[in-house]
Structure formats: structure tokens, C-alpha cells
T-cell receptor, first 111, second 112 residues
């Protein structure tokens, strides 16, 4: 099992729709979870972080964490064409506290 | 505040040459990471440091790769000798404790 797994996509949604991105992780003891957005040719940029079970909202973004199921998701409401990018899930692992990234999900928002 | 600074931004060199990539982390950050990104393999963790000490270098692909962090404000990743399959974007990132990490702009490396 990969340490952090994401569907590679591409995920295509129409403008104005909700985009749902999912991630699972294998380290049951992990406590810190992050979502990064990466545009083509650019470096990853942080968009959300979450440490506690439940939902965390920031503008159009909502991160959801379920530690029992080892599952973290990102919802993007009112998707815009500018949201088209690759979204990377990242987890800090308890062994050594290294940050492990998933392979990323490519999102396309159609105008 | 200055972010993570990497140099050079682009490097093109011939196979067999030594390549040195440089990174200045954000001041106050105690973790530093080196990643390599390719289309085929995504973002791979090569090595990371905590308080300038290498913690895990299991991601370093071969003995041709080495990394150092002589002080809290500087790290290098060296490839010697370089090969065409080393062509990728190399990212440096830093973070403090369990806070989010921040990435540099990356070095786009092409080995001919």
C-alpha cells in the first residue's frame, strides 16, 4: 500500500460545480494533513491544512478529515477555470516526521 | 519574509558533469526537504534534515547523489556524475515543527 494515495484523475467539473478530491494514508498515527495546489511549471503552494477530525472551511475550500478511516478530502465550491491544477495531498508521518505527498489529482474546470 | 530560495532556476549540462543545487530555507524552520518531480514518478522525497542533521536519505536514488546541510541557512544537493535520467525538477522545502512546509521555486535540471 502506498503511503499516501490519490486518484490521479483527471477530474473534470463544469464551472460553478463542486469539485471533490480524495486522499487516503497508511500511517494511523499521523496528525497533520495538508492540501497543496500546483499549476503547471510552478511549485506546490499550500491551500489548506487540517489537524483535527471534522471539517475546516476557508473561503471556497473545505478540508475534511476522518482519522478512523484514514481519509482526508478537499471540496472546492463554485469551481472556477482558475482552479484547474494538480492538487497534492500531504501527510506528516509519525516515524521521523517526514512529509509524504500523494501523486496528485489533476482537476479541470470547464468554462 | 523571504521564502525558500533555490538556485539555479535552470541548469543544462552534459552527461558526466557534476551538478550542485542550492537551497536557503526560511529562517527559523528546523526541517529541510529535497524532492524530485517528474511526470512519471510524481513528487519523490529524496532526503530530509532536522536541525541540520540528515534523518532519512532512503529516497536518494544512487550513490551519485549526495546532500549536505552545513548550517541552518544552507543546503546543497549534488549529483556526480550526472546522467540524462536525472533530468527533472528538484524542489527544496522547509517547515517548522508540524506546520505546513513551504517550497522554493525549484531547479529545472536537464542533462544532455
Amino acid at each position: 500500500q502506498k503511503e499516501v494515495e490519490q486518484n490521479s484523475g483527471p477530474l473534470s467539473v463544469p464551472e460553478g460545480a463542486i469539485a471533490s478530491l480524495n486522499c487516503t494514508y497508511s500511517d494511523r498515527g499521523s496528525q497533520s494533513f495538508f492540501w497543496y495546489r500546483q499549476y503547471s511549471g510552478k511549485s506546490p503552494e499550500l491551500i489548506m491544512f487540517i489537524y483535527s477530525n471534522g471539517d475546516k472551511e476557508d473561503g471556497r475550500f473545505t478540508a475534511q478529515l476522518n482519522k478512523a478511516s484514514q481519509y482526508v478530502s478537499l471540496l472546492i465550491r463554485d469551481s472556477q477555470p482558475s482552479d484547474s491544477a494538480t492538487y497534492l495531498c500531504a501527510v506528516i508521518y509519525t516515524g521521523g516526521f517526514k512529509t509524504i505527498f500523494g501523486a496528485g489529482t489533476r482537476l479541470f474546470v470547464k468554462a | 519574509d523571504a521564502g525558500v530560495i533555490q538556485s539555479p532556476r535552470h541548469e543544462v549540462t552534459e552527461m558526466g558533469q557534476e551538478v550542485t543545487l542550492r537551497c536557503k530555507p526560511i529562517s527559523g524552520h528546523d526541517y529541510l526537504f529535497w524532492y524530485r518531480q517528474t511526470m512519471m514518478r510524481g513528487l519523490e522525497l529524496l532526503i530530509y534534515f532536522n536541525n541540520n542533521v540528515p534523518i532519512d536519505d532512503s529516497g536518494m536514488p544512487e550513490d551519485r547523489f549526495s546532500a549536505k546541510m552545513p548550517n541552518a541557512s544552507f543546503s546543497t544537493l549534488k549529483i556526480q556524475p550526472s546522467e540524462p535520467r536525472d533530468s527533472a525538477v528538484y524542489f527544496c522545502a522547509s517547515r517548522r515543527g508540524d506546520q505546513p512546509q513551504h517550497f522554493g521555486d525549484g531547479t529545472r535540471l536537464s542533462i544532455l
